[in-house]
């Protein structure tokens, strides 16, 4: 009977394959309906600065309008499947727009707003034509390019050779920021800390979480450990931290006791929509204090 057991085993597998198979093509034609649809739209994650105690910049992010065909369907799945299908360009460019078109109509600029950060995927950092594409974008909404701060992934950064140096040079020279998003889980290739340029390190989450966890463990004294030596290098080489996920009064304390300047995660704001996000700069939480 072990061979029974084997082939239904086998048979299960195929029916998740074609499953994830229908459920990725079904996305593919989500995202495709949706570059000539107008059917995607930002949100916006406020970040808390530290030192002078108000939200002076937040990270723009993606979402699908659409939420009815297979469910939310996140960035986080969607977005790989827009790399691989060669449409990430252009939804690179229409994301790009919504955010520039964002900041010139509400004049976030004017609403003491320092910068806002926009994911770049890896495809898109070393594409030929990224520094012309947001160039024109941000001439066209009279965007300073010292008003836009470009997440690339770790893992981008040790990847990605020439061409990212060179991309990453031109828009520095237009006046764009950069951060390092991601940190901790890629290759953490620490040599190359040294070569590339960027301004602000935000550390994943999943460096965080492991030094909350409710019973103290040997885990969580080395996940401690790490943290808070981590913290010290970036320090050290002298670039802001932005915590990402910060869910607690715990780990915000925590954080701010470290020294780390920018802190971002549902404690402050969870990601919202345009309009929530302007209330959100109207109110009082703009100067929340952490006790
Ligand atoms: P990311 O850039 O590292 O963004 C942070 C993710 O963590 C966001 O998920 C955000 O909603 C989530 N997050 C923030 N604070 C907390 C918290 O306290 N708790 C928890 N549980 N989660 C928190 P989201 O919006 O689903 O985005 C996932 C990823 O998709 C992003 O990771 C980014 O890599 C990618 N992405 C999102 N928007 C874009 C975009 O416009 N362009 C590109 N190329 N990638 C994007
Ligand atoms: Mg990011
Ligand atoms: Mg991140
Ligand atoms: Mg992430």
């Known amino acids: 009977h072990n061979k029974a057991t084997a082939d239904t ?24 309906k949706a570059i000539e649809q107008d059917g995607f739209e930002m949100v916006y994650q406020p970040i808390y600065h530290v030192k002078d105690q108000q939200f002076l910049s937040s990270e723009a992010l993606v979402r699908l309008k659409d939420n009815t065909t297979v469910g939310f369907v996140s960035p986080e799945e969607f977005i790989p499947i827009a790399e691989n299908k ?16 964002f900041t010139q109509e509400q004049k976030l600029p004017d609403r003491g707003i320092e910068y806002i950060e926009v ?10 034509d990224l520094p ?20 690339i992934t770790e893992t981008a950064f040790v990847e990605s050779g020439e061409m990212l140096q060179e991309n990453m040079l031109k828009l520095r020279q237009m006046g764009c920021s950069f951060s390092m998003d991601d940190f901790g889980t ?15 390190v935000k550390l994943d989450k999943s460096l965080i979480w492991p030094c909350f966890n409710s019973e103290m463990s040997a885990e969580t004294n080395k996940a401690n450990a790490i943290l ?27 954080l701010n ?35």
Do not use: W
């Open 9 to 32: 085993s086998i048979y299960l597998l195929n029916e998740d394959i074609i499953k994830q198979k229908l459920r990725y093509s079904t996305i593919e034609n989500m995202l495709r």
């Open 86 to 101: 060669g449409l990430i360009m252009e939804l690179g460019e229409i994301v790009f727009t919504k955010v520039c078109a």
């Open 119 to 128: 994911n770049l995927s890896g495809i898109q950092c070393v594409h030929p």
């Open 132 to 151: 012309s594409q947001l160039h024109q974008i941000m001439k066209k909404y009279a965007i300073a390019p010292g008003f836009i701060n470009l997440e």
């Open 186 to 200: 890629g290759y953490s290739n620490l040599s190359r800390m040294a070569e590339v340029v960027y301004d602000l």
């Open 228 to 254: 808070e030596n981590i913290i010290k290098l970036l320090q050290q080489l002298n670039v802001n931290i932005v915590a990402e996920g910060v869910e607690t009064e715990a780990m915000a304390n925590y």
């Open 257 to 291: 006791d470290r020294g780390v300047t920018h802190l971002q995660g549902y404690y402050y704001s969870k990601p919202i929509n345009e309009g929530d996000y302007l209330d959100f700069l109207t109110t009082a939480t703009l100067n929340r204090v952490i006790s």
